[in-house]
Structure formats: structure tokens, C-alpha cells
């Protein structure tokens, strides 16, 4: 819908402003007014985000301020800004915008639950910007539109403007802008459109555990019987493809919060990586990928217009937005219950971990702070043998307080509902990478299936000597001597060192967290 509508109170004294056009309107003024736009094969719209094609997480910033400074988790993800730093940038935002001819606004809500939902407001530049919204926050009726009042954030994006890098704080002439007590974002330097996405859920992060809410960076889907489980995941472990389950409803890809009521999806959309996409291996999102979707950064044809999704010549870091409504199978609205499974996914190089185990709530809380994974030789340069990676809650980037809090709430969540949690390793078997072969996705789908069919109920179990864990002896569809790791190495001796090594990394990578951690969960870490 486009209305006659007014930003005097932001600052804003453009006349021309687009308040929640159409997807076709926003197509007309991508195409007409910005370079680099083009609509795909299938309908989608095409966009470049310039000279970023990512998150620039240096160059984010939240100010400090005496009524949240004590609550914020302060280090090299959550940077210090000067609040007077933060109002020069802002005025920076609104002297570009105001030198525009016309704007975009997008008001829309985040989180489906409407005692947690937020209320944002997007005002932009650019089209591709406001459709990227439109897709991404929860779309409002023509009623809730027309009642929606003042809103509880506002997003400027000025992203087409360079920060001035002389500014206090300023590191590049990019810059990202929070302020919880002005309850903005700013943003410049940067028109990669994950930065909105992003900043709102960084806004969850900080809000919802003061209201006893745990806010999660997964995916969520839904059994046929209300049964409800949550994947955790950093990229390359299969938190997309094992939450995208043809016989489970989607309640969402990316962003979560559980309340005392259950989980609900913080987002109306999906943004899906689009590197090597094919209708064979994702069915679901390639037919996603249609008009009202927003394509980003992607290679085509001149004359057909069809997107080649293996060409990373502009990035490896191509990019779809469509509404989550696009999905198949999806749970409107996108709420569920307590979750039963939490299923911890991790692409372990090394060849250690099995390819499940049952987790006790301590293990994981300390399993989820540390948010392991392992790149493999090849993906860096100078990386030679399987690197150990740490995210902590498995979404390091948008944490606010300290990762212990998140972790408390889900121990906490876990006890009250009886949900259990599970570390799944996707990665190697029969040896590290470059020795053993990478678990079979046959077996890995096998191994959910059994966790959401509770088939591992009144299974033996053995410990795991070095990590704790309890590791099952059988699963349906998966051979017996898969399941214990050390099993399937030529020589065990090698696994020992191996599993060594590895809680070595994970013991000193927890050091970070140690002082503010309970006995209990440094207890719950691998013993050497």
C-alpha cells in the first residue's frame, strides 16, 4: 500500500515518501532508478549491493550509555561508540536523506508472537532496500497499518553515504549504528541489506532475555503431532537443509525466541545463501526464487535473464529474500510449541565427535557456548589441516549480553520443558579430513529422523571418555560401527591423539567465558 505519508518527526522533510508500496511498485522504481537492476527468469528481482557484499561487522557499533553500558557483553563484537559520535552519524543520515528526491518507508513488525513483537520502521533510499523489508519483517494488514502508530525502532538507511572516517570511532567510511536508548539504527557507508536484517535481531538479543525470553540464532520446523525441534548451526553444517524437511512444517530459517508459551520465528521472510543452488538439492528455495523475491549480487545471462548460481565472480556470497509464506510447507503464522529436540549441528574436519550423541542440559549449555565447527584444508589460505572454529551461542555477531546468559536460559528452558538436546556431527568419519570421507547426508537424514521419532528412547548408550557425551550404539538406516568414532579409524591410537587435540581447542577457547560461568558448566566441558 502507498500512502500519503510524512518523517517530519525523524527529522525528515522529503515529500515524495513510498510507505509500504507494492512488491510491482518497488520493482517499476528498482528498475527506473537504480543501476545494476534486472528481473530474472523467473520473476525475481535482481540487485547489487555496491562494493559490499557482506556484513561488515568491524565497522558496527553500539553506544554506551549508562543505562545499558552494565548489560552489554563489551569487547570486539559489541564495539563502544560515543553517544556524540552516534549524533553526528545520525545527522550525516538524515542531511543524505533529506537531499533525496523521494523515499521508501517500511513499517512491519518483528516477532509473531504479539506480546513480544516489535514494532519497526525502515526508511531508505533505495527500492531494493524496501523490498528486501518488506520480505524480511512480518507485513502488516491494511488494519494494523493503518493503527500502527509510532514505531519501536527506526532503521535509517543512508547506506549509499559514507561515514566520515575522521569521526571518533569511525574505522572505515563504513558504519553500523545502534543506539537502545534512542532506540535507532544508522546506517552508512554500506547498502548490503543484511545489515537491517541483522540489526534488528541484534535488538532481540538485547530485549527479550530481560523478559525471560531466549533469543536464538536457528532454524525451527514442526512434526505432524505439534512436536517441535530447533537446529543450531553455523554455515556448512546443514542447519538450512536439515530444517527444510518435506514431512515438518517451517517455522523458520534463521531467527527464534522461546517464550514461556513456546517458540516463535522473529522474521516474515527467509535469506537464503544462493552459492551452487539447484531445484535438485533445494527444491524448496529454488521455487522460492520467483516475483516479490529479491536476488542479490548474482551472475546472468544478458539475454535470458537465467541466474547462474555457480558464478562467484562478484561473490561468494549471493543472496535470496522472498516472504517465508513462498515456502511450501511453511506454519502460518510461525509459532510452535516447547521445543522436544535441540539438535546442535557441527561440521567436525577433525574426525572426533560421533555422528550423534545425547547432551545432559550442562553439556548443552557448554556445548552451545561454544559453537564449534572446523573449516577444512583448502577454504583458507595457509590452512593445511582442519581448523577449529568458535561462534559462540552459534551467532556470535548479533550476541549483546554475555554469551552465559543465553546459555543459562536455554539450560533453564530445557529443564522446564523436558526438551532434549543432541550434537549431531555432519563433517568426518574414519579419520581426520584429507584421511577419512565426510559423513554420509543419507545416514546424517537417517539420525534426525530418529531424534524427531524418539527411536533412540531406551537405546544403549556409551560415554564418551574424553567429552562426556552419551553416544547411542544403534540407529535405524545407520550401520552400528558408524555411530562410535573410534571404531571407524585404522588406528585408534591416531583417534586418541586426534580427540585430544580437539578438547584441547575446546577447553582453551572456553577460558574466555570461565569467569562468569557456574562450576557446573565449566564441568560440563571435555576432561584431558
Sequence with gaps: MTTSFDLKQHGIHVDNILRNASPAKLYE?????????????????IAMSGEKTGRTPKDKRIVEHPDSTENIWWGDINIKLEETSFLINRQRALDYLNSRDQLYVVDGFAGWDPKYRLKVRII?????????????????????????????????????????????????????????????????G???????????????????????????????????????AVFFGLSGTGKTTLSADPNRHLIGDDEHCWT?????????????????LSAEKEPEIYQAIRFGSVLENVVYDQHTREVDYTDVSITQNTRTSYPIEYIPNAKIPCVGGHPKNIILLTCDAFGVLPPVSRLTPSQAMYHF??????????????????????????????????????????????????SQAWLVNTGW???????????????????????HNGDFDGVETLED???????PTACPGVPSEVLIPRNTWKNPNNYDAQARKLAALFNDNFKQYADQASDELIAAGPKL
Design 29 to 45: 522504481q528498482g528498475l527506473i532508478n537504480e543501476r545494476g537492476t534486472a528481473i530474472s527468469s523467473t520473476g525475481a528481482l
Design 124 to 188: 531508505c533510499s533505495r527500492a531494493y532496500h524496501a523490498l528486501f523489508m518488506h520480505n524480511m519483517l512480518i507485513r502488516p494488514t491494511v488494519d494494523e497499518l493503518e493503527d500502527f502508530g509510532e514505531p519501536d525502532y527506526v532503521i535509517y538507511n543512508a547506506g549509499r553515504f559514507p561515514a566520515n572516517p575522521h569521526t571518533t570511532g569511525m574505522t572505515s567510511n563504513a558504519s553500523v549504528n545502534l543506539s537502545f536508548e534512542e532506540r535507532q539504527q544508522i546506517i552508512l
Design 190 to 228: 554500506t547498502e548490503y541489506a543484511g545489515e537491517m536484517k541483522k540489526g534488528i535481531f541484534t535488538v532481540m538479543h538485547y530485549l527479550m532475555p530481560a523478559q525471560g525470553v531466549l533469543s536464538m540464532h536457528c532454524s525451527a520446523n514442526e512434526g505432524k503431532d505439534g512436536d517441535v
Design 260 to 276: 514461556d508459551e513456546g517458540v516463535f520465528n522473529i522474521e516474515g521472510g527467509c535469506y537464503a545463501k544462493c552459492i551452487d
Design 369 to 418: 557456548i561454544s559453537g564449534y565447527t572446523a573449516k577444512v584444508a583448502g577454504t583458507e589460505m595457509g590452512v593445511t589441516e582442519p581448523k577449529a572454529t568458535f561462534s559462540t551461542c552459534f551467532g556470535a555477531a548479533f550476541l549483546v549480553r554475555h554469551p552465559t546468559v543465553y546459555a543459562e536460559l536455554l539450560a533453564q528452558k530445557m529443564r522446564e520443558h523436558g
Design 429 to 451: 568419519t574414519g579419520g581426520a579430513y584429507g584421511t577419512g570421507h565426510r559423513m554420509s547426508l543419507k545416514h546424517t537424514r537417517a539420525i534426525i529422523d530418529a531424534i
Design 465 to 471: 571418555t574424553i567429552f562426556g557425551i552419551q553416544v
